[in-house]
């Protein structure tokens, strides 16, 4: 990566000045759900065109007659939009202080891209885009294969040519992002509702890849946060990591100006989100789309939006924090944590939803239970497990230890009691506490050591043990959780009455235990 920012910081760009009505931009947007009869349907391809549409009207100085939004369109239709769109360039500006950005979502290969049953050369896609009148031309393919273009190309570092800021283009040339290389599957995300790579570019450009926090994302940041954002998340897939790849052929050096966050306060707002997690923003509800992420070590911490209502969820180490908050028009919104309610991950692993499918952790802490043999105290002691909580189910393995007593007219024991079993327990959550309901199953260690005048030896026998919990858990801070539970056990066991005579059969007892746990 330090290689591709010495070539991006040393000649990568061209420059877009800062005084509006100097530079025209143009774009031609394409998303198509449809290839051809053997792909796959896609679900986010359309949509995720939407997305990059409305971002580069509302903060990215591309006025709507100079915008083209296809969508579900054929190649006969994209070739004439592009068509239509290099002589309107050509018409209306000579073309030498003009921008063209063309963005494709969709199906394609290394050859072709996928528009339904309709095939469009990748080819002459690159030759209409490089061939326009327009100074500057920036073409990004978000599909398989795309990297196709940009293989085997690359470049040097150049020194700087002199520019001036006046209003002008400080160069001209073209460059292709791709959002995988040459061999590599796009890949698509039912929890971001949204490509990884169109996903975190859109992310980039309200404000995610504004590093220096100057209020403008340039190509070179959003590049940056874009690769870095979406090789990062593509790890974790099944399909293995996606790296999104460029190539460039410019003159002149400077940088250009993708996105201008803050550009349109009379429709747009901004969250700001403090620093030490990552935050996803879906819009109107927790089951949204997510329209910006900001994540745990981005410097860029705001983002701008569409005025109108939004579901923020924070991700700490140990816990969420989530909620809905509405942005103003022209608002300056800090996200605090008291506007957000604190979800512990057990409960969100029993929500069900999201990535995280479990959580885990040990516990430990004091045990009483009733006497199993007749005339025997109150057996004290400790006990430990681990527990793996799941969506809909518990899983704890425990051991214990507890000592009783045993007295009458000719004796007096203690009572050394080992327990292992295996608890399983479905939870239901209530504002503040958590109830659990389960059963349990195990076998115990009985070790009996007598005191009396004459001899008698130490006894040692089993027992199998099933029984029936009730637990209510509270959760504290830093990932602990205080609890007590409640059971009914039945042991199985031989007993030896008083009169010597040995019996197999149950024994029942109520035991609770009061225990810290962690979760991890």
Same mark, same amino acid.
């Given at each position: ?104 979502? %969709? ?44 293989? %085997? ?184 944590? %008291? ?9 969100? +692993? ?48 425990? +051991? ?121």
């Amino acid at each position: 990566m330090n290689g591709l920012r010495l070539l991006f910081s040393a000649a990568l760009c061209a420059l877009l000045a800062s005084r509006a009505g100097a530079v025209e931009r143009y774009a031609v947007v394409i998303g198509n759900n449809l290839g051809a009869p053997d792909d796959v349907t896609l679900r986010y391809a359309e949509e995720d065109g939407r997305r990059v549409y409305d971002v580069l009207k509302d903060l990215g100085g591309f006025h709507a007659e100079n915008l083209v939004f296809l969508r579900h369109e054929d190649a006969a239709t994209v070739r004439r939009a592009l068509i239509a769109m290099n002589d309107r360039i050509r018409a209306s500006t000579g073309g030498d202080q003009a921008v063209l950005v063309v963005y494709y979502s %969709g199906h394609a290969d290394a050859n072709a891209l996928h528009l339904g049953s309709s095939l469009f050369d990748l080819r002459e896609l690159e030759q209409l885009v490089r061939g326009s009148a327009s100074a500057f031309r920036l073409l990004i393919l978000d599909s398989c294969h795309s990297g196709t273009l940009t293989r %085997g190309k690359g470049g040097r570092a150049a020194p700087p040519l002199p520019i001036r800021l006046e209003g002008r283009l400080a160069g001209e040339g073209a460059v292709v992002l791709a959002a995988s290389a040459a061999d590599e599957d796009a890949q698509e995300s039912d929890e971001i509702k949204s490509s990884f790579f169109t996903h975190y570019l859109v992310s980039g450009l309200v404000g995610a890849a504004d590093v220096n926090h100057d209020g403008k994302v340039t190509l070179e940041e959003a590049y940056h946060y874009t690769y870095e954002s979406t090789l990062r998340a593509s790890s974790r897939t099944l399909a293995g990591a996606q790296h999104p790849s460029f190539r460039y052929d410019l003159h002149g050096q400077g940088e250009l100006v993708l996105t201008t966050v803050g550009a349109d306060p009379g429709n747009r707002g901004l969250f700001e989100f403090p620093e030490g997690r990552s935050y996803l923003v879906m819009q109107d509800s927790a089951d949204g789309p997510v329209v910006a992420e900001v994540g745990v070590s981005d410097r860029a911490r705001r983002v701008d939006l569409r005025a109108g209502r939004y579901f923020v969820r924070g991700r700490g180490r140990d816990h969420l924090l989530e909620g809905p908050l509405s942005l103003a028009a022209g608002e300056l919104h800090p996200v605090r944590d %008291g506007e957000l309610r604190r979800l512990e991950y057990a409960r969100l +692993v029993r929500k069900g939803g999201t990535p995280l499918r479990r959580v885990h952790g040990p516990q430990a802490g004091y045990r009483l239970r009733s006497g199993v043999t007749s005339g025997s105290s109150v057996c004290q002691g400790a006990f430990a497990g681990y527990a793996v909580e799941m969506r809909h189910l518990s899983v704890t393995p425990r +051991v214990a230890y507890c000592r009783s007593s045993l007295q009458n007219d000719t004796l007096s024991a203690t009572i050394d009691a080992f327990d292992v079993e295996l608890g399983l327990a479905h939870a239901f959550d209530l504002p503040g506490v958590s109830f659990e309901f389960g059963v349990a199953a195990g076998a115990a260690l009985f070790q009996q050591t007598f005191l009396t005048q004459g001899t008698s030896p130490p006894r040692t026998s089993g027992a199998f043990q099933i029984s029936a919990t009730v637990a209510i858990t509270t959760d504290l801070p830093r990932g602990l959780y205080l609890f007590g539970l409640v059971a009914g056990e039945t042991y199985f066991l031989n007993q030896v009455a008083r009169n010597g005579t040995s019996t197999f059969g149950p024994a029942f007892t109520v035991a609770g235990s009061l225990g810290l746990g962690r979760r991890f």
